[in-house]
Every structure is written in structure tokens, then in C-alpha cells.
């Protein structure tokens, strides 16, 4: 049996308190990864993939939306789905629920930054992920990580709610938030976003990308780059052209963090609905239907980048598509 610790806001009083989350094996599946014995809105959370630790970090409070607004469903797609969708990814109503976060990824006391999310003082087009004031620089370092301690930042596509903490506001520069670490960026995702000049795109290279660059700290990379022996990337093309996922491989436990190859589990389901997003809505059905399988056949912990409640699911097959399970209380 494997523990899982965090801090969270007390609704009585606003006071931190501690809490001890139990991690449970799933019966009779011995290379499968451990998990939360229950879903609790914690800043943070952790996972044990063999010798390697996974820590979730949370940037805001859970977002509910009608799912119009992020992926190209309807509350009829969801509310067909409660059985299992409700209530950790969803709610009565149909409406979904969803996290902007970060991994961190110890590997032989290596740390990985994965997907720094919005950022501080950030102008957005959205005005939800503009100019935020919140606190998760010291979310990370109540987890263990103050940021003078990541070695490597990694963000597996340049969207605005990926990479808005490689940086941080001082004296009026940006400046790299991770000062020690080595940044990582597939090659054909900057060359997509330096050539992008819609949206938040041109705002994104200077405030969140180009200062990395210019301290020296960037290093362009395939997008099946071995960052060290139990963490690869993987290609994940069709949300971006750059777009890669984060396999994690160690004693015999896999896992994968998702980026936006998925939005919400609803598309285990129906991998054919498509994000609000998307470069490329084919080639990134594509995409999703080969991580989905990929996940399934090895029996590996799928940690979905906006995924809530529980945030990592396993898969098994439903007719020609799959279904999640939390294995969380209750379930």
C-alpha cells in the first residue's frame, strides 16, 4: 500500500490543512500503476510508477463548462455517459469539469517540469486565463519543488495553458521561472507557433517562449526524445503540429501524460469528437484513437492534462472504443 499526501484550503476559515490520500492496487493487475483512494480536490496529488514519482500540481479551481465550450460535444453526450462520468469529470446537468495544471516527474532525482500552465501577468485573448495573481509557485514548493530545483521544463505543445510559467514577470522582464533547468521544445511546434500569427500566438513566442531562448536555456528537440531512461516523448501530432505526450516506464509501470491529445474522458469514448482547438481534427483523432489503444493493451495509468477528480484513469475496451475507471471510493 503506497501514500499519497497534499495541502488543501479548508471552505471554514480558508485555513491549509494536510491531507493523507491512500493509494490502492488494482486487483489481479500487478503492473499497474498505484492510485488515490478517493477524489479530493487537493492542490496536489501523487502517483508511484515503479521508481518514479508523479506529482500533480493544480494552477485554479476546477472549471465547470458546458462542454460546447472546449470540445465539440453536447451535455446529451455526457449525461448519456453519468454511469461513469459523474460525478468526478462531470455533473448532473451535463456540464464537464475540467483541471489547468502541471505535472512534476522525479525520475533518479531528476525533476521534469511537464506543461507549466497559464502563468502570472499573462495578457490573453480569454479573459479566465488573463492576468492571473495566483499562487502556484508556492503550490510547487509546498509539494517539493521549489522552482530553483527542476531540472527540465517540458511542454508538449505551445499553447497558452502549457507554457505560461516558463516564465515570470520581474522588474518588468520576463525572465525563465525554472533558472537551473533545461527547457525542451519539439522543433516543429516553435516553428509552428514563430509562424502563427493569430490568437494569443505572436504573445505566447515573446512572453513565455522567446525569453527562455534568449537566456540560453532552450534546447530544441524530436519529438521522440529519451529525456531520461524511464521518461520518453512520444509524437502526438493533430491538436499542434508539434504536439507529444510523456511516457513514463519504470519497474515494469507505465503511464502517460496526455497534453491535449485528450481534453476530457468523454473522448475515450468517443475519440472522434474533436477539441475547440485543434490544428488538425483527423490526424488528431488519429492520434487519440493510438494512445487510447496504446493504453489499454498494456494496461497503463492514463493521466489526462485537464483531467479532474481523480485526474488518472485506467482504460478498458468498450465495443470499438474504451471506458475510464478512476478506481476511486465508492466505484
Keep these: 500500500m503506497h501514500f499519497c499526501d497534499g495541502w488543501y484550503k479548508d471552505n ?48 485554479m ?21 453519468r454511469d461513469w462520468l459523474c460525478p468526478h469529470f462531470a455533473d448532473e446537468d451535463g456540464n464537464i469539469t475540467l483541471h489547468f495544471q502541471a505535472f512534476v516527474v522525479e525520475s533518479g532525482g531528476v525533476r521534469i517540469m511537464v506543461d507549466p500552465c497559464i502563468g502570472n501577468d499573462k495578457q490573453r485573448s480569454v479573459a479566465s486565463l488573463s492576468m492571473l495573481d495566483g499562487p502556484f509557485l508556492e503550490r510547487l514548493a509546498a509539494a ?53 500569427e493569430r490568437g494569443d500566438a505572436p504573445a505566447i513566442l515573446a512572453d513565455s517562449v522567446k525569453p527562455v531562448i534568449d537566456a540560453g536555456l532552450a534546447t530544441f528537440v524530436e519529438p521522440d526524445h529519451v529525456i531520461v531512461e524511464e521518461v520518453r516523448l512520444e509524437p502526438a501530432p493533430g491538436h499542434t503540429p ?71 484513469v485506467f482504460l478498458t475496451p468498450d465495443g470499438d472504443a474504451w471506458k475510464a475507471e478512476s478506481l476511486t471510493a465508492g466505484r
Design 12 to 59: 471554514h476559515g480558508g485555513l491549509w490543512r494536510r491531507l493523507v490520500l491512500t493509494w490502492v492496487r488494482r486487483p489481479d493487475i500487478s503492473r499497474r500503476a498505484t492510485m488515490p483512494s478517493e477524489s479530493t480536490e487537493t492542490d496536489f496529488l501523487r502517483w508511484s510508477i515503479g521508481a518514479v514519482k508523479i506529482t500533480r500540481v493544480l494552477e
Design 61 to 81: 479551481p476546477p472549471v465547470s463548462a458546458d462542454p460546447a465550450r472546449f470540445i465539440q460535444a453536447g451535455r446529451q453526450e455526457i449525461l448519456d455517459r
Design 242 to 312: 508539434g504536439h507529444c505526450f510523456l511516457v513514463i516506464a519504470s519497474e515494469g509501470q507505465e503511464a502517460v501524460i496526455t497534453g491535449d491529445a485528450l481534453h476530457h474522458p468523454v473522448q475515450v469514448a468517443l475519440p472522434q469528437i474533436a477539441d475547440n482547438f485543434c490544428w488538425d481534427k483527423e490526424l488528431a483523432e488519429a492520434t487519440r484513437r493510438r494512445l487510447l489503444k496504446w493504453v489499454s493493451d498494456r494496461g497503463a495509468l492514463l493521466l489526462g492534462s485537464h483531467f479532474s477528480g481523480p485526474v488518472g
Design 144 to 196: 517539493g519543488y521549489p522552482r530553483e530545483n527542476i531540472d527540465y521544463v517540458l511542454c508538449t505543445h505551445l499553447h497558452a495553458d502549457h507554457c505560461g510559467w516558463n516564465t515570470m514577470l520581474v522588474d518588468g522582464r520576463w525572465v525563465p521561472t525554472f533558472p537551473n533547468a533545461q527547457y525542451l521544445f519539439a522543433k516543429a511546434e516553435y516553428e509552428y507557433l514563430r509562424g502563427d
